[in-house]
């Protein structure tokens, strides 16, 4: 098993930044592809970020790529999204994953352990 506790979030004005961290602990970290995903009311969860073990392959969605950097150090168990650029339609409670499989995904189904979720909400 993995666990993961998300942190960071909060509310912010539009055009400003925010740094999400995820925290992982229980199997080895090192594992798998790492991602992060969100999900604003009444909307289904989505694909935002993912990084490869090793850190040197990631992957945006169109709407935050250029805005959003994924990143992990291993050596502290922890992945971080930093978040610049923020938009009102970036509101929403984002989600850490982490899968088994060393492949980039972008499925919620692909993905084994998730965190509780930090709200982030941005201001217009």
């Known amino acids: 098993q993995v666990q993961l506790v998300e942190s960071g979030g909060g509310l912010v004005q539009a055009g400003g930044s925010l740094r999400l961290s995820c925290a992982a602990s229980?199997?080895?970290?090192?594992?798998?592809?790492m991602g992060w995903f969100r999900q604003a009311p009444g909307k289904e969860r989505e694909f935002v970020a993912a990084i490869s073990r090793s850190g040197g392959n990631t992957d945006y969605s169109d709407s935050v790529s250029g805005r959003f950097t994924i990143s992990r150090d291993n050596t502290k168990n922890t992945v971080y999204l930093q978040m610049n650029s923020l938009k009102p339609e970036d509101t929403a409670v984002y989600y850490c994953?982490?899968?088994?499989?060393?492949?980039?995904?972008?499925?919620?189904?692909?993905?084994?352990?998730w965190g509780q979720g930090t709200q982030v909400t941005v201001s217009s």
């Open positions: 229980g199997r080895t970290f090192s594992a798998g592809t």
């Open positions: 994953a982490a899968r088994s499989g060393l492949l980039l995904r972008t499925e919620t189904y692909e993905y084994n352990y």
